[in-house]
């Protein structure tokens, strides 16, 4: 096996976050003696200013990407694949094979992994390039500093949010929305005016930008991921969560499943488990993902109404924290949210009358809290 890597180890535009849910399928990344930063609180805000912290029962990792593809890529090597710095120039058929060019010579491949990214130029010679409404634009900064708490902002009118996400020694600070939405320089205006508020200094901090696939229903259903001698897994697949922007469980996932399929000699066996333990994830989410940004939810918009239950239901935040190690799925989403709906509004009605032993977003912790930011 040859993998090709055109800048190998490199601090990719990235949160850099791995669930629970990621680190307890691979739990070298959980193990492995390299720097990561262990968040164990999460502050959500809203469009009005509305905010609230709660902690996470199980904390997320977040790695500098450097790191993180260094670790992936040694782990390559140990396992006998032969990693070469170079960029891939031409992919093309020779035979039953392929013919891989790239800077300093070629190669030739029994079947070729795609797996370089939303944007990578070869996508078009194996499936169908991505719509704008299938991509979403990031924008950000590395700033220097340390925390253990992340910070999520959502805008109105922005099919996406900001995320302030602390790494060992570094914020990877950023903004994503729709390509078809604002411009990036509108994207970057808008987390300047955030970063400003939050006290957080970017003169003279690396700036960096990045495509992302947020694909449509229609996209992940009928956009072809694999054929005849090669595959595509990762971003360059479009296996990222469309509200959320997570990528990096969907590429260890799909590598995986793609892995399983080749040893067992049966690589049309990668689309039927792609169907069985990815698709209909990311499918849902593909589906609710217009209504989560602008729609509403109990007459109020979604994120309003669930930073508020955050805030003032235990129930509601045990949700959300479940959500973001990953154990909480899109597909029974709404059964868990119905069931807990009469617990949520009579624990965010105590809250809200600030009934005697209850206040608005406290919890026998005391992690919880709820306000206004002042804006």
């Known amino acids: 096996m040859v993998l090709f890597d055109e800048k190998l180890a490199w601090e990719k535009p990235c949160g850099g976050g791995l669930t629970h849910k990621a680190l307890a399928q691979w739990p070298f990344l959980r193990d492995a ?3 990561r930063n262990w968040v164990d609180t999460c502050e959500l805000m809203g469009p009005g200013g509305r905010r609230v912290s709660f902690r996470l029962e199980h904390p997320v990792a977040i790695f500098s990407r450097c790191v993180l593809n260094g670790l992936l890529l040694e782990r390559a090597r140990q396992a006998g694949a032969r990693v070469v710095r170079a960029r891939v120039l031409k992919i093309e058929r020779s035979g039953i094979s392929w013919r891989v060019h790239f800077t300093g010579g070629s190669v030739e491949a029994g079947f070729v992994v795609l797996a370089a990214g939303a944007r990578n130029s070869f996508r078009q010679q194996f499936s169908r390039p991505f719509a704008a409404d299938d991509l979403m634009t ?8 340390q925390s253990h708490c992340m910070r999520i902002q959502f805008l109105e009118g922005l099919h996406g949010y900001i995320w302030i996400f602390p790494r060992t020694g570094h914020f990877s600070a950023g903004i994503c929305g729709k390509l078809s939405g ?16 939050f006290g957080l200094e970017f003169e003279g901090a690396k700036f960096y930008s990045h495509v992302l696939p947020a694909l449509q229903p229609a996209t992940l259903r009928e956009a072809p991921v694999s054929g005849e001698g090669w595959a595509i897994i990762g971003d360059a697949a479009g296996f990222v969560d469309p509200i959320t922007g997570e990528g990096l469980y ?23 488990l792609l169907g069985e333990e990815l698709l209909p994830e990311l499918e849902t989410a593909a589906r609710v993902a217009n209504r989560f940004y602008a729609g509403s939810w109990m007459g109020q918009p979604v994120v309003e109404r669930m930073i508020q239950f955050t805030g003032n239901s235990p129930t ?23 069931r807990s709906l009469p617990a949520m509004l009579a624990q965010s009605l105590i809250a ?13 912790e005391g992690v919880s809290s709820v306000g206004y930011a002042g804006r």
């Open 316 to 338: 509601f935040r045990e949700l959300m924290s479940d959500m973001f190690a990953g154990t909480q799925g899109y597909r029974d989403l709404r059964r868990r949210l119905y």
């Open 352 to 364: 809200a009358l600030r009934l005697p032993g209850s206040e608005a977003g406290d919890t026998a």
């Open 182 to 197: 604002q411009s990036t320089a509108q994207l970057r205006r808008l987390l300047e005016n955030s970063l400003r508020e």
């Open 33 to 35: 003696a390299v720097e």
């Open 138 to 145: 990031t924008a950000g900064y590395y700033i220097p500093g």
């Open 250 to 272: 969907y590429a260890l996932k799909s590598g995986e499943l793609l892995a399983q399929a080749l040893l067992g000699n049966q690589p049309d066996w990668y689309v039927a």
